[in-house]
């Protein structure tokens, strides 16, 4: 069974910093993993998706990487602004890729 | 514009009454679930469908039911929904296929605040 886990669960950078959190999942039979933002209250955007074939998927200032042999994914954000202050998870297929197994998030703050 | 709505957004309720949470597509996706989450849990999936009329039970299935009998709905039934399911809830529905040619994209729904007392 997929188990994914996000280090660390909050992180709080002043404005301008250049950041990584990271992912991490047990089954490494995966075809893609996905980082989604949550804002309070709010639903969760798919950010940046990253097929097994590929190593690095790139968004703006975002930035996510894969590296299924060491079961890691890291979301990179640069020049880290006070919008950026959200949740962030990260999301693995199951074996059978029915099914998506998302991390706990990682609380991001952005102080101005 | 792809959207997932979902009705209601809050709901109060008592142990016992039956309710439906209802959750609608535009994108014409096959694939379509309920999440919960909650404190300290995450998202955990509740159930799926891969298609209409065809439904399967996600990590934690037990207290809810649900029905595919149209390709854009597919709402979430709780027969007599008690305090543990006081949570988040959140509809999603997924472009992807077992054929392997999808984006694989997955848009939720702004979620339900549902409260049983």
């Known amino acids: 069974k997929q188990e994914v886990t996000q280090i660390p669960a909050a992180l709080s950078v002043p404005e301008g910093e250049n950041l990584v959190l990271n992912c991490s999942f047990t089954?490494?039979?995966?075809?893609?993993l996905q980082w989604f933002r949550q804002d309070p209250g709010k639903g969760l955007t798919s950010l940046l998706l990253?097929?097994?074939?590929?190593r690095e998927q790139t968004s703006g200032r975002l930035n996510a990487s894969l590296d299924k042999s060491s079961g890691r994914s890291t979301l990179y954000i640069a020049a880290s602004q006070p919008g950026d202050s959200a949740t962030y998870l990260c999301?693995?297929?199951?074996?059978?890729?029915?099914?998506?197994?998302f991390g706990s998030g990682t609380q991001l703050t952005v102080l101005p | 514009e792809a959207q997932v709505t979902q009705n209601p957004r809050y709901l109060i309720t008592v142990t016992g009454k039956k309710l439906t949470v209802t959750c609608s597509q535009n994108?014409?996706?096959?694939?379509m679930s309920w999440y919960r989450q909650d404190p300290g849990l995450g998202l955990r999936q509740i159930y799926y469908?891969?298609?209409?009329?065809?439904?399967d039970k996600g990590d934690v299935p037990e207290g809810y039911k649900v029905s595919r009998k149209e390709k854009r709905n597919f709402p979430l039934i709780l027969e007599s929904p008690s305090p543990n399911q006081t949570s988040l809830y959140f509809c999603?529905?997924?472009?992807?296929?077992?054929?392997?040619?999808?984006?694989?994209?997955?848009?939720f729904g702004p979620g339900t605040r549902l409260t049983v007392l």
């Open positions: 999603a529905s997924r472009d992807w296929d077992s054929g392997g040619v999808s984006t694989d994209t997955q848009y």
């Open positions: 999301a693995a297929p199951s074996g059978s890729a029915r099914q998506l197994t």
């Open positions: 469908s891969m298609n209409v009329e065809v439904t």
């Open positions: 990253i097929q097994s074939s590929q």
């Open positions: 089954d490494s039979a995966i075809y893609n």
């Open positions: 994108m014409n996706h096959e694939y």
